[in-house]
Each structure stands twice: as C-alpha cells, then as structure tokens.
C-alpha cells in the first residue's frame, strides 16, 4: 500500500478546488461534506478546472476516481492523506480533527487549508499531534501552484518533507513557512494592501476600479513573474539591492500611508536583504534579469490581447494606430 | 504645426524607457540629460524595448526621430510635450521645471514622473503652474500600460485631458488620480506591501525569495489580470462582494499584520464598495469572471513555461509525470 487515496474533508470552493486538482494529478479522492449541494460544486470546479488544464496542453484523461461521501470517518479511511478545508471556525476545526483522527491511521499526515489559524493552536485537539501541518493553498487551487505548508510545536520535519512531496506531485510549489505566524505569509502582505487599499477608498481617493486597473495595468503584470524583491533588485540597476534601499529606504519613514510603525534599517536587515538577494538571483546579471522579465511581460501582454481583456485593449489600440 | 516633438527631460531609466516607448510609437523626441553616458543609457534601454515589441508583436520600424543633448533648452524649445524625470529631490525638480519653463511654450504641458512629490509642491516654482501635472509610470515604461496622472490646485481639466490623450497616443491606460495625495494609489499599495515584507524578514520569517515565490506562485499570477477587488469579487462567489466583507473584513481587526489603524467598516464604507464593485464587474457574472480569470491565467502559465522561468518549471515537472 503506496499511495491509497487523497481524503478532502469540506467540498466548498478550496475543497472542492483541491479535488479537482488532485483527481486531474490521477490520484483518487474520496470528498467528505455534509452539504447535499457538494458533488454539484465538486463537478462546477472539476468543469472549470478541466478547461484550465486544456488551456495549459495539459492531460485531463488519466483521472483519478472520486466519491462524494457525508460520513468523514468514510472519507479517510485508509487514505494516505488528508486535506482538511472547512469553514475558518476553530471550534469547528478541532472537532473535525478529531473526528479525522477517530477513522484514519495514526500516522497519516493531516494538513489544514485554513488561512489563518496557527497550527499550534489546532494540535491541542490531537491525539497525534506531531502530523498535523497547515497547506495553505491560493484559489483557484487547480491552476495557482503555491501552497504555504507550516508547521506547529508539535509537527516533525518528516511530516513537513512528507506534505511537501505529496504537494509536488500534484504539480504545485510548496514553500515551508519556518516561523509560525499569524496569516503566514502571502495573506500577510495581502491583508497590508487590502487595509491600505480600503483607505483609499474610504478616504474618496480612488475608486475599486480605479485601484485594479493601476493593479492589472502596472505592478501586477510583474508580480506574475517576478516578486517584490527581484523586481526592485533589477530597479536597483547594476548597483544592486543596496542602492536600492539607500534610494528608496529612507522613503519609508515619510508618513505616506496609512500604516504606520515601519522597521528600522539596521545595517544588519540591509545586509541580511542583501545576502538574501544574491542568494536568490546572483546567477543572472541585471541585463539578463531585464530580458527575461520583459520576455514574460510581452508574452503576458498577448495573452490578455488574445483574451480581448484588461491590458489586451491597448495593445489593440496600439496595433490600429 | 499639430505635434512636433517630445522633450524627454533626465535620461536614467524611467527618462530612457519613456524616450523608447515615445520613439516606437513614430513620435519625435529630443532628449536632454547632464551626463555624457545619457545616449548610451538610452539606446540600451531602446535595445530592451525594440526586443518587447517584437515579442508583442508590435511594429518597430516607423520610430520618431531622436537626439541627445545637454541642454534643456534645446529640448523643449518647441516641444509639444515635455515629460520630465530627473532625480525625486524637490530642489531638483523646482530649478528643472523653472528651466523648462523659460524655453518652451506657456501652454505646453509639463508632465513629471515623480513617484511621490505632490503636483501642488511643485507648482509653486512655475509661473505658469496651470500647465503642470504628475504622469507617474511604472518600470519598464515601453511594455507597462499604467500612468498616474494627478493634477495640482493649479492645474485645468484641460491640461489633465490633453496629458490623458497624449499618454492613450503611446499606447498606455492613463489613471487619473483625483484626489492629491502623496505617492497617489500604486506606490501607496507597494509601500504597504513593501514595509510587511521588511517585517517578514526583520523577524526572520520568511527569506526575500520565499516572499518573492509566494507572490510568483501565488496571487501575483492573479493580479496581472484582475486587480485586488475583483479577485475578491470573485471569492466571494454568487453572494458578491458584500458577502466577501462579511466573511473576512472581521479578520482586519485581528492583530495580523505589524500594521495598525485600520478603518472601520461602516454600512457607508460597504455600501460604497458594494456599488463601486457593481458598477466595475456587474455585467459579467461570477461564473464568467472564473472563466475569464482561468484562461488569462493559464496563458501565463504557458508564457512562463516556454520562458523556463519561476512557475513554468512546476509545469514542467508536471508533464513529464
């Protein structure tokens, strides 16, 4: 017995995402949900799931096998790993756990989706806590790759290897959160420009439109393939990270926004962003970093024209001129 | 004489991507920059931008005329058009726009790419101050759609059109920011973004590449597509985005993110992003927008993988399974 089946306990729009995106991987799922609508949105996400892998070129033919099920005990017996995404109520959490751990081996691993609370937390309803992690993924899960994978006090790096190894074979990235903290770490900057965006709103600044196209028609063509740090890496030109912060660090303690309590720039944060950097990107020069982040700009751009969406408009625009 | 040509005033690298786009759009410029390596920063740059277009798709063989010179009067004597974008010291940019603006036209409208002086400030110093605005790009200014245009207390309606229309000519989506603020709405959300990020690896949370592939892998491959309130839109599924607010907004109360002073949500603040989500996406329906939402993505997706870069090598892996 290798590979059994995936359990995913809660068929909402994570649960039933994760299904998907595991059924599509050929790995069969049993769906645990206590709601009669869960195989209807199960089969609404496998449709949308379907025609994303078709738009990807890749196979939607070699199907694991699924069943929908309203008994958790059903769902995750004998399965060699457990999804868990029900609604983000702590109560709820830690009695679906155990009732997880009532019907499962004891040494199957137990990963929560939920975006916010600590693993530590939820380990206290275990009996074997140690295989409890956090897999925090982005919607839609079918098609996004990341997924956050955290550990509590109590989980093993054998666990944390082990999720990690299942997350890749469905063909996403996990990245291993060291640090337990609130909300992790995607969600943390999301929750920081959601906030800074409400004030602009509330403050009569911008409109919602207004604030998404500045979004979809500038920093965001970039964030799909680069991040915050190489993109300023390559801001910074050929004098690095470094100038980039003696450029525009100090522009942190101006009051600009809303948010205030800013880090101070130690020279060991400088250094320790510094190291980092290089450690991530000193393989490329800045020219190559440039091609390749216009490269993937351009061919962004033509998916959004062939798309006739957002951005698309002016380039078409551009082509009638 | 309708057009003539376009003074691109400071040749680093917004003033020299400015001039590339300007040039690949068949419109003259003239160029002026103190330094004596400002023509080679400008035909690298041009390099760079030549490459884009051809991978868009775009023509590059009708460019504008172009030269370099140190002077700031021979490039704005009559221009049609002066974009300046010398460094972000206030001092600078006032003895800049008053050389400007004892060489060319009175009512030729001086556009500057300050990411963070208020157009008013810099007003101050004109005696024509009616005539000045803010055109804020993003980098690379050739390939990202989005310019900020703000207006100070001096400035006419007239001249925020004229600069709109100038900026639509070079293929862009102009964003006029209504409201005066520092640093306008983009760098307002990447400030926010920026300061949670230091915290992150301040605390040792998270390293800049874990940062940079959560953003990658995650919801940067959204925001190249749909920005920050229509993600959320979408999230929020049939019950739209008061049910979003409803299910998460409680959470901004919570003690995430090292950012405090949150606004509080009033039934004005909801209402208000109620009706300015409506009015943005009402015409298309959540099922649309996901499938919208998963084409453009997973045309990404593509781009990436034939660029061997960041998430196209999980694609990758996940063919050869």
Sequence with gaps: MNTTHHA???CGVIGAAWAARTVLSGVDVVISDPSPEA????????????AAWDDLGLRTDQRGSWRVT???ADAVAGASFIQESVPERPDLKAAVHREIEASCGTDVVIASSTSGIKPTDMQAALEHPERLV???PYNPVYLLPVVEVVGGNATTAEVIESAKTTYSRLGMKPVHVRVEIDAFIGDRLLEAVWREALWLVADGVATTEEIDDVITHGFGLRWAQMGLFETYRVAGGTGGFRHFISQFGPALEWPWTKLMDTPEFTPELVDRIVEQSDAQSGEYDVRELERIRDRNVAGFLKVLE????AAGTALADQREV
Tied chains: 1, 2.
């Design 8 to 10: 995913i306990v809660g």
């Design 39 to 50: 195989e209807s949105i199960f089969l609404a996400v496998l449709d949308n799931a379907v």
């Design 70 to 72: 309203d008994s958790i």
């Design 134 to 136: 956090v897999g925090h």
């Design 306 to 309: 062939a798309n006739r969406w």
